[in-house]
């Protein structure tokens, strides 16, 4: 089971990107798929869960009213579309499949499978 992250890149303040993410190997509908970022010196924090089956989706409060996630489960892919981005959101961001009960979900030891991380640089 493989995750491959996409769409990184460079963006001024205010603008906005859409992450992606394509599991393999498995069904997405399995999991509940989390985007976690990592800046330099900074842990890792969740930024957004989205609970398999139709369940809820929840975002941190640094990006919450700015973030959407999504997923299809059909294609097996799962989006992160960011707006009004900030250069606070510059980091590594990572998608993640695991299997978290409720209260752990935000704890990225809960995740078995990562993506290999795409960088977010936002700078004007």
């Known amino acids: 089971v493989q995750l491959q992250a996409s769409g990184g890149g460079l963006v001024q303040p205010g603008g906005s990107l859409r992450l992606s993410c394509t599991l393999s190997?498995?069904?997405?509908?399995?999991?509940?798929i989390a985007w976690f970022r990592q800046a330099p010196g900074k842990e890792r924090e969740g930024v957004s869960v989205?609970?398999?089956?139709?369940?809820?989706?929840y975002y941190s409060d640094s990006v919450k009213g700015r973030f959407t996630a999504s997923r299809d489960d059909a294609k097996n892919m799962a989006y992160l579309q960011m707006n009004s981005l900030k250069t606070d959101d510059t980091a590594v961001y990572y998608c993640?499949?695991?299997?978290?009960?409720?209260?752990?979900?935000?704890?990225?030891?809960?995740?078995?499978?990562w993506g290999q991380g795409t960088q977010v640089t936002v700078s004007s």
């Open positions: 993640a499949a695991g299997s978290p009960i409720l209260s752990a979900q935000w704890e990225s030891r809960m995740y078995r499978v």
């Open positions: 989205s609970r398999r089956s139709g369940g809820m989706t």
């Open positions: 190997g498995s069904t997405l509908n399995s999991y509940t």
